[in-house]
Structure formats: C-alpha cells, structure tokens
C-alpha cells in the first residue's frame, strides 16, 4: 500500500520544539524526495523543508532555517521534522509530500502522494 502517514504534532507554548515523522511505504521512500509542508489558516500550502533520502541536497524555507531540521532513518523509513524555537507563525496543519515530479521543491503541485497531515498549534 502507497501511503504517508505524519504524527508529533501537538500544541506547545513560544519558543517550544516539536519533532514530526513521516514514516513513508517504500516505494514512497526509497531514493526519494520527501517534503514537508505546511498550511497556515488561511494560507496557501508552503514547502517548510525537503530531504532526498539516497543522500541529496536539503533544501529550507527561509522562514524555518536555522530553527528547523529534516533528516531520516532509513531501517524506518521515516523522515522526521525537527522544529525548535516554534513561535505563533509556526502553526499549521504539517503535511509530508512525496513521488516528487520535478520542478521547485517547494512546489505543492510537484508531489503526487500526501500524507493527512498533523497539526501545530503554538501559543504565545
């Protein structure tokens, strides 16, 4: 079965961290881009951090940089979403992307496959 499946998200206070997961099927994730979106009340859905997970580049929305990192564990095939340093602009729904077509990694409508998404909520 071809499926994405996001947890970790919570709500937390400023300054607060949250790790996400997306443990990926293997067709999904097998020397494959995974990205992480989100989509803030009433915001299009923006690309928050992407890896390859046979090693390629990762790429960063300026927004997260410095307080966000993606990585991986390939035994679980999960792809994970560190954030710290949350604050009220980080709440969104968080969803994982992947069967990446090309294009801006940060393009929403470069990825087939979505996961259900998991939701932020950070206070202040």
């Known amino acids: 079965q071809v499926q994405l499946v996001e947890s970790g998200g919570g709500s937390v206070q400023t300054g607060g961290?949250?790790?996400?997961?997306?443990?990926?099927?293997?067709?999904?994730?097998?020397?494959?881009?995974?990205?992480?979106?989100?989509?803030?009340?009433?915001?299009?859905?923006?690309?928050?951090?992407?890896?390859?997970?046979?090693?390629?580049p990762t790429f960063y929305a300026d927004s997260v940089k410095g307080r966000f990192s993606v990585s991986q564990n390939n035994a679980k095939k999960t792809v994970y979403l560190q954030m710290n340093t949350l604050n009220p602009e980080d709440t969104a729904m968080y969803y994982c992307a992947a069967d990446f077509r090309g294009g801006r990694w940060a393009g929403p409508q470069n990825y087939y496959d979505w996961g259900q998404g998991t939701q932020v909520t950070v206070s202040s």
């Open 17 to 56: 961290s949250l790790r996400l997961s997306c443990a990926a099927s293997e067709s999904l994730y097998v020397n494959r881009r995974i990205t992480w979106f989100r989509q803030r009340p009433g915001k299009e859905r923006e690309g928050v951090a992407s890896i390859e997970t046979n090693g390629g």
